[in-house]
């Protein structure tokens, strides 16, 4: 399929030295950890389904998950709380996103990375998140006419769904929409068709632990996602 030709296509990109170097580094490092399992290292691809209703658009594969598992929101603490919530709502097949071949389904709905490689402190630099940007475009432009729904998780992902929309023919309300929990958008298709863009804080350790994004606020969210 033209999404499994991406995946592989992906899978092998080199372009942005820093972050090849920390992949690899941290693959190294970590692999003795998990050594009963296949370690990855390398950038990830979108997964879950080809014609999604629902989008969900996160920044970057984490160190120890998405870059050990191949999956995003994978074996790390971050995944525990959105795929506990995801199928709540009804989006996954199981509460729990532990490793590649757990048997974790996404339901009507995709994960999509802005940045493919893990990066440093997850800050790619601007120069690296344009440089991996043609990978997400040329993801969203392939489910786009599917999609319902999408889900920012965080102001980065916010600001990479406006901006690969708008790539894919799109019109974003202007001036841009401000990113928050419970920020909503429409885009509109070319023909006409609406979209709507929800935000929700990341459900990053530094988030949950904090209580400034609870499961309810996550459920709320995801909730109305899933709706649309
Ligand atoms: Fe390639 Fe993107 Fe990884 Fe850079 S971040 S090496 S462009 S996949």
Request: with cysteine; net charge positive.
């Amino acid at each position: 399929s033209p999404l499994g030709d991406l995946a592989a296509g992906i899978s092998t990109c080199r372009l942005c030295p820093r972050l090849v170097a920390w992949r690899e580094t941290v693959a190294v490092e970590k692999r003795a950890s998990f050594a009963d399992q296949p370690y990855w290292g390398r950038p990830i691809a979108g997964w879950g389904s080809e014609t999604p209703r629902v989008l969900i658009v996160g920044l970057a594969p984490a160190a120890h998950g998405g870059n050990r598992t191949g999956r995003i929101f994978t074996g790390d603490r971050s995944g525990d709380w959105l795929f506990a919530s995801l199928h709540r709502v009804g989006l996954a097949a199981q509460a729990t996103s532990e490793h590649a071949g757990d048997g974790q389904r996404l339901i009507d709905a995709r994960m999509v990375a802005t940045v493919r490689c893990a990066p440093p402190d997850n800050k790619p630099t601007t120069e690296e998140r344009d440089t991996c940007a043609p990978w997400i475009q040329t993801e969203i432009e392939l489910v786009a006419p599917y999609v319902r729904a999408v889900v920012a998780l965080g102001a980065y992902g916010w600001d990479a769904a406006l901006r690969t929309f708008k790539g894919a023919g799109f019109d974003v309300p202007r001036p841009k929409p401000r990113f928050g929990h419970g920020a909503r958008a429409v885009l509109t298709a070319p023909d006409g068709r609406e979209v709507v863009l929800l935000g929700s804080y990341h459900p990053s350790q530094q988030n949950t632990f904090t209580g400034k994004l609870t499961e309810q606020m996550l459920d709320a969210v995801l909730g109305e996602a899933a709706r649309a």
